[in-house]
Every structure is written in structure tokens, then in C-alpha cells.
Nanobody, 118 residues
Framework: QVQLVESGGGLVQPGGALRLTCAAS????????MGWYRQTPGKQRELVIT?????NTADSVKGRFTISRDNAKNTVYLQMNSLKPEDTAVYYC??????????????WGQGTQVTVSS
């Protein structure tokens, strides 16, 4: 099995910063892409930023959020700067992984709450 485990969410004031971490573990053959989505109550999950062959970034976070990966550790990071109240959401780690049985599929983390409020 493959698991994604996130950490780093919490409460931060507007203008502040947070870093989220997501580590993939288990029977991994290849990781094609990793990234982050977010969801607020009553809304669909939306892309924040992903990194594979290219980086895809939501317009709402360009210039404020950056993604980085440590491929040796199967880990992806989301650095969030200049946070706004509208960034408040549950953030989900995502990965496109081929496991050791050579099955390729999307995996999701359990989600971590980010709250931006004074």
C-alpha cells in the first residue's frame, strides 16, 4: 500500500506564512507528480499547485505559494507566504504514483486544516 501523510497546518494571522509537508511511503515504484489541492465547505476541491514534468499553479496563489520536492525522501513541501483569509481551507496532498505492482493511480492525504485569521 501507499500512504501520503501531511503535516504543518494550523492557525496563522493574515500576512503570515506556513509550510506544509507531505511524505509518501509504502510500496512505491515511481512518483510522477505531487502537489496540493484545497477544499472549503460546500465547494469542490481545487488545485493549488502541482509539480511533475511541469508546475501548475492556481492564479489565486501565484507569487505567494511555492512547491518543492525532495525526491530522495518522496516528500513534497508547500511554502505559503502572505496568507490571506481566503486561503483558509483543508489542504490535501496529492500524488500520481505507480506502486510496486505497477498499478498507477492518484493518491490523497488525509487533509490538514489551514486557518488564516486575526
Amino acid at each position: 500500500q501507499v500512504q501520503l501523510v501531511e503535516s504543518g497546518g494550523g492557525l496563522v494571522q493574515p500576512g503570515g506564512a506556513l509550510r506544509l509537508t507531505c511524505a509518501a511511503s509504502g510500496r512505491i515504484s515511481s512518483i510522477y507528480a505531487m502537489g496540493w489541492y484545497r477544499q472549503t465547505p460546500g465547494k469542490q476541491r481545487e488545485l493549488v499547485i502541482t509539480s511533475g514534468g511541469t508546475t501548475n499553479t492556481a492564479d489565486s496563489v501565484k507569487g505567494r505559494f511555492t512547491i518543492s520536492r525532495d525526491n530522495a525522501k518522496n516528500t513534497v513541501y508547500l511554502q505559503m507566504n502572505s496568507l490571506k483569509p481566503e486561503d483558509t481551507a483543508v489542504y490535501y496532498c496529492w500524488a500520481d504514483i505507480r506502486d510496486s505492482d505497477y498499478l498507477r493511480r492518484n493518491y490523497w492525504g488525509q487533509g490538514t486544516q489551514v486557518t488564516v485569521s486575526s
